[in-house]
């Protein structure tokens, strides 16, 4: 009877180990800008969706060249859209209405100082690729926007490119948009 315990007991060992292989070590997105990094950690548990949505979008070379286009000093700064590729800032923030949506993935968790949420229109279900890097405590958007991750190394960065000077106060426009060079998953 021992041998047979000992053996469900190395079993059971080996399955967790291997299942904690199999885990997707896709933990962080790196973002370079002139300004410098800023490095976020995924939350799967909570937006597992957008994560997986934001990981394929980055692979694919998506998020390489696009912009940071809206900030507001101390609040927040937004990225992600595919019209931030041209240098026409009446069109930043406007979207592709052709890009696959993700469907809402709220959660109680706050949006806090540091906190990665994914933009998206009135309705609830269509973010695509666009989010946004919170500076402050945003109680307003809990529950009404998906948290997907958290800003751990470059919170600095995300402070100065707020601070930098708009062309429209009302929508936060930035006068000169900030390239996101290069964005990579790191594990």
Request: hydrophobic fraction near 40%.
């Amino acid at each position: 009877m021992s041998i047979t315990r000992n053996f469900v007991c190395l079993l059971v060992i080996l399955l967790a180990l291997f299942a904690s292989s199999c885990k997707p070590k896709d933990d962080f997105a790196v973002i370079e800008t002139d300004y410098g990094k800023i490095r976020i950690k995924f939350d799967r548990d909570l937006a597992p969706n957008h994560v997986a949505h934001f990981i394929e979008l980055t692979r694919a070379g998506f998020y390489d060249g696009l912009a940071f286009h809206r900030a507001e000093s101390g609040l927040l700064i937004q990225g992600g859209d595919p019209q931030s590729r041209n240098n026409d800032p009446s069109m930043w923030g406007k979207g592709d209405p052709k890009q696959e949506t993700v469907d809402a993935e709220f959660s109680a968790k706050p949006f806090v100082r540091g906190t990665v949420g994914m933009a998206r229109t009135f309705d609830i279900n269509s973010a695509t690729s666009q989010f946004f890097i919170c500076l402050r405590d945003f109680p307003s958007l809990n529950g009404k926007y998906t948290v997907f991750g958290e800003v751990v190394e470059g919170i600095e960065v995300v402070d100065r490119i707020s601070r930098m000077p708009v062309a429209d106060p009302q929508l936060g426009t930035l006068r000169e948009k900030v390239v996101m060079q290069r964005v990579s998953i790191e594990n």
